[in-house]
């Protein structure tokens, strides 16, 4: 990486356990895409609910090479999955546990940002056909 990535707290103390794990996380990135320009991570905990807990958001800024910026904005959401058993009343305190807790977000925002750059690097090597306009 070029530049030293950042990572940012919002609403909650930094930590320096999950800078650690977001550090290692980029690592794992680069060996997806090693061109990788720079990283920025906001981690944040925009609504304190007392009876649903805290919700983590996390937002992955990276910067490649010859394409746009790829920006992956996780949030937890209010939706069971789909391979998930029915809840009876989703908008309580069970929907989305796992987004309780900063490590859980972080890891799925990164495998995300994951996805989205191995679907970058396709794109980048011609294995993907792209239809030309009008067709």
């Known amino acids: 990486m070029q530049t030293d990535p950042q990572v940012t707290f919002h609403g909650l103390a930094h930590s320096t ?7 290692g996380r980029i690592a794992w990135l680069e060996k997806f895409y090693p061109g990788i ?3 920025r991570v ?3 905990v925009p ?9 983590f958001h996390v937002t992955v800024e990276l910067t ?3 394409g746009e910026a790829i920006v992956i904005q996780h949030e937890p959401s209010l939706h069971a999955s789909k391979d998930a058993e029915p809840r009876q009343h989703l908008k309580e305190a069970d929907a989305d546990r ?10 799925d925002a990164f495998s995300s940002a994951r996805r989205r750059l191995e679907d970058f690097a396709r794109l980048q090597r011609g294995d993907v056909k ?6």
């Not at 609504?47 to 919700?55: E, L, M, N």
């Not at 792209?130 to 067709?135: S, V």
């Open 17 to 23: 356990e999950i800078e650690r794990d977001v550090a």
């Open 37 to 39: 320009v720079s990283c």
């Open 42 to 44: 906001a981690i944040s």
């Open 47 to 55: 609504h304190r609910h007392r009876s649903a807990g805290r919700r």
């Open 64 to 66: 490649v090479p010859g």
């Open 98 to 107: 796992a987004h309780r807790y900063a490590r859980v977000a972080v890891q």
């Open 130 to 135: 792209i239809h030309a306009a009008g067709r």
